[in-house]
């Protein structure tokens, strides 16, 4: 990694999900999991909002992709499974509900970046993203 010719964010990414893709092959823990994938969701928001901002589709495509990827496919399912999984002690209750909130303000910014995307690259972002998994709830809410 330290020699491939990224930029730093990307650079920052790429090692993130090394280093995530190691950990998680090893690590059960679903509510650990989730807070990987968040973390990472967030980063690629950060680049999505950038790509956007400099009106470009194709990136702002690409990143949109990796977003739905890791909500679809990591963040959700693993917050699926943390909410049946022993969130009886507070700390572990406490921790979800962070998780909760975190993933309604990754909602909230999504919205934002769309909102002030010029049109070639809000286009984009909508057609890559489609539709994504429902936002988790409060643990004391039903299944």
Known sequence: MDRAPLPADQKQLA??????????????DPLDGAERFDEVAGLVLDQ????AV???PRAAARL?????????HGLAPQMKRAKADRLDKPERKNRYERLVTNNEELNRR????????????????????GNLPPPHTRANSPH
Do not use: H, M
């Not at 999505?48 to 790509?51: D, F, G, R, T």
């Not at 919205?111 to 010029?118: H, K, T, V, Y």
């Open 15 to 28: 090692v993130k999900l090394l280093e995530n893709g190691s950990w998680l092959s090893s690590n059960p």
């Open 110 to 129: 999504l919205q934002q970046i769309l909102e002030a995307s010029p049109n070639a690259s809000r286009k984009e972002i909508r057609r890559q993203l």
């Open 48 to 51: 999505l909002n950038s790509a």
């Open 64 to 72: 949109s992709r990796q977003f739905k990827r890791l909500a679809t």
């Open 54 to 56: 400099k009106d470009q």
